[in-house]
């Protein structure tokens, strides 16, 4: 039955799009190994010849991690918007072009810059098909979606677009391992602030009513009108690192006792 599956793979969110002829999995996760891929497959009902493309929302490393690994499983080409290509392709870290882009971003950027990147090192991967600003239809891979360029956390960012949901990578998310989701607080060097919020508009302008991104839970329109106006009315998503860190030990300690 066509629709989106969502999976966890250490501190990064990945998703099967499933169309009537095809299945399109969204981000490869966080995790290495084709014992990774083969148990995200089999949990989710899926053969690893059941997948016709892997696309890559944005070339943030915790999101195409594992990339090799899915295509030595899968066998299905890799693609991306044509600003991201180069992360991928050359296994950059995201330092190269990142920066704070809310209060909070550049306090944790500031304190990830101290402690060191959690990530050592990126892995690199192929890539064989990219797209421009425009966008492209997915329906040759067997799905009823589209990849829309939504820029603002990254120069390469995409979403997903399956009837009135879409898969929005780092546009909309949440500080990894949680819950607190709000808009980007990371984007690119000398980006324009407004970019990320003139995307998510484009995507409610596209009639999406479900928001799944690469951290936390999904959020429905309602909430994330409501970021948005928030930030355009001075109010960013803000939290403390403590407040982040304690997010992130209670999530875990519910997850053991489920």
């Known amino acids: 039955m066509p629709g989106i599956i969502k999976y966890q793979s250490f501190m990064s969110n990945g998703y099967f799009v499933v169309g009537d002829k095809g299945v399109i999995a969204v981000d490869t996760g966080a995790e290495f190994g084709a014992e990774a891929v083969q148990r995200i497959l089999e949990n989710a009902g899926l053969k690893p010849e059941d997948i016709t493309l892997i696309l890559i929302t944005h070339g943030h490393v915790d999101h195409f991690m594992n990339i090799q690994a899915w295509i030595d499983v899968t066998r ?26 809310t209060r909070m971003g550049k306090e944790l950027w500031a304190a990830q810059q101290k402690e060191g990147n959690p ?28 990849a829309v360029y939504t820029p603002g956390h990254t120069r390469g960012d995409c979403s997903v677009v399956v009837g009135d949901e879409a898969i929005v990578g780092d546009l909309f998310t949440a500080p990894a391992w949680t819950d607190l989701a709000g808009m980007t607080y990371f984007t690119y060097l000398n980006a324009p602030y407004e970019q990320a919020q003139e995307s998510v508009q484009k995507l409610l302008n596209l009639g999406v009513k479900r928001f799944w991104s690469g951290h936390g839970n999904p959020r429905d329109d309602v909430f994330v009108r409501k970021a948005l106006e928030d930030e355009k009315n001075g109010k960013e998503m803000y939290y403390t690192k403590e407040e982040i860190i304690a997010n992130t030990l209670s999530s875990y300690m519910g997850k053991i006792k489920d």
């Open 76 to 101: 299905a080409p890799v693609m991306c918007h044509e600003n991201a290509k180069r992360f991928i392709v050359e296994g950059l870290l995201p330092d190269v072009d990142l920066q704070g882009r």
């Open 119 to 146: 990530i050592a090192q990126s892995p690199s991967g192929k890539v064989d098909i990219v797209f421009g600003d425009d966008g492209i239809d997915l329906k040759p891979w067997g799905v009823n979606a589209i």
